[in-house]
Nanobody, 124 residues
Framework: QVQLVESGGGLVQAGGSLRLSCAASGRSFTYYNMGWFRQASGKEREFVAAITRTGAGTDYADSVKGRFTISRDNAKNMMYLEMTNLKPEDTAVYYC?????????????????WGQGTQVTVSS
């Protein structure tokens, strides 16, 4: 079992930046690939970014590539999402999740453990 808690969301103007954090506890954090997803009101949950258990490999949705950076600190059991040049269409609840597969994947159904989410609102 893995417990995940997101933080760092908030209200920001378009063009601004935010850093989301995901704190993990429970089974060893370093065993798993992890990802960030988001869900806007009335829409399905969508993939944002993923990172391998060592941090050596990453994957990004086209909509955030070049603006968002995923990272992790295994010594602290933390994962981060640095978001820059935010746009109103980035407004959503952001979730961190754990995938027990050894390959990076994008499907929400493929991730086993989820946090409760943190709201990000970008005003125009």
């Amino acid at each position: 079992q893995v417990q995940l808690v997101e933080s760092g969301g908030g209200l920001v103007q378009a063009g601004g930046s935010l850093r989301l954090s995901c704190a993990a506890s429970g089974r060893s954090f370093t065993y798993y690939n992890m990802g960030w997803f988001r869900q806007a009101s009335g829409k399905e949950r969508e993939f944002v970014a993923a990172i391998t258990r060592t941090g050596a490999g990453t994957d990004y949705a086209d909509s955030v590539k070049g603006r968002f950076t995923i990272s992790r600190d295994n010594a602290k059991n933390m994962m981060y999402l640095e978001m820059t040049n935010l746009k109103p269409e980035d407004t959503a609840v952001y979730y961190c999740a754990v995938d027990t597969s050894p390959i990076l994947r994008r499907g929400p159904d493929q991730y086993e453990y989820w946090g409760q989410g943190t709201q990000v609102t970008v005003s125009s």
